[in-house]
């Protein structure tokens, strides 16, 4: 297994440039195309860690996206060259939890992210099931390195409108 993980940042796995037909009316790319250049990456994880549609063809598990968080903070354009980084959150015997970022290399800036958690599963039974020993072993080494990284500010953000709270009436 290739070495690609750094002790002071995420996992680099996917590289693209943003196509004509990703481009909405609005005239930026629109977000069904950033949730596929994510699960795009979080393939190339899955690959990585030799877990990905080989190992799904061969040993009839896989993992599945069970829940999933995007924040959009800049515009993407048409022609504009595009980079996912993954930071492993944690896992534990059954799950991946991660955190991507999806960055504007052009002009060096953050334009979206995706925190997700997978869980491990039989294809056959539709259960959830350990993860091989092996790779539970790789997972902890990357989640080492990956602790040593500051926490992104989007991780475990909840939705909702956020409303200022009235002032108070004198008394």
């Known amino acids: 297994m290739t070495n690609i993980v750094t002790e002071n940042s995420p996992i ?3 590289h693209c440039v943003v196509l004509p037909q990703w481009v909405d009316h609005n005239g930026h790319m629109n977000v069904a195309h950033y949730a596929a250049q994510f699960d795009v990456a979080f393939e190339a994880f899955l ?3 030799n877990i990905g549609r080989r190992y799904g063809g061969e040993r ?3 993992l599945f996206v069970v829940e999933s968080h995007f924040t959009y903070q800049h515009e993407v354009v048409e022609g504009d060259p595009l980079s996912i980084r993954l930071q492993l959150l944690d896992r534990d015997r059954k ?4 955190f991507m970022e999806l960055y504007n290399d052009r002009d060096n800036y953050l334009a979206a992210t995706s925190e997700q ?5 039989d294809l056959d039974t539709r259960k959830s099931l350990s993860l091989p020993a092996p790779i539970y072993d790789v997972l902890t080494g990357i989640l080492d390195a990956h602790r040593r990284i500051a926490r992104p500010k989007e991780v ?3 939705i909702g409108i956020r409303r200022k709270k009235p002032a108070a009436v004198p008394a």
Do not use: S, Y
Request: proline share 0%; charged share 20%.
């Open 60 to 62: 009839a598990h896989a």
């Open 95 to 98: 799950r991946i939890h991660c």
């Open 12 to 14: 680099k796995l996917h």
């Open 117 to 121: 958690i997978a869980v491990h599963v």
């Open 156 to 158: 475990g953000h909840k």
């Open 47 to 49: 690959d990585f860690l």
